[in-house]
Nanobody, 127 residues
């Protein structure tokens, strides 16, 4: 059974940092591109960042570029999102998601192409 379990969210003041984690199980983690997305009441579902299977290439939304860093540990089957210089607009539920196919190439974000999602971890940025 595929499982993705996020953790690390919480309440943080603007300018602070949080490290989000996603523990993967039930599939060959090292073969798949993984992605972080977030859901906010105002914007809905928003793509945040993706990392290819071997971790060699990463992609970021303009809204988080330079502040967030995605990484992965294929031995531990873990996905991470280091969030720095947090802003109030980063308040959201953050989800990790698995791309449905080992074959991936840069493409527009399409939620339907991700077949497994975690339950989410809440990040609240507020003074």
């Amino acid at each position: 059974e595929v499982q993705l379990v996020e953790s690390g969210g919480g309440l943080m003041q603007p300018g602070g940092s949080l490290r989000l984690s996603c523990a993967a199980s039930g599939f060959t983690f090292s073969r798949y591109t993984m992605t972080w997305v977030r859901r906010t009441p105002g914007k809905g579902l928003e793509w945040v960042s993706s990392i290819v299977s071997d971790g060699s290439t990463t992609y970021y939304a303009d809204s988080v570029k330079g502040r967030f860093t995605i990484s992965r540990d294929n031995v531990k089957k873990m996905l991470y999102l280091q969030t720095n210089s947090l802003k109030s607009e980063d308040t959201a539920v953050y989800y990790c998601a698995k791309y449905y196919n080992p074959l991936w190439f840069p493409r527009p974000w399409a939620p339907d192409e991700y077949d497994y999602w975690g339950q989410g971890t809440q990040v609240i940025v507020s003074a």
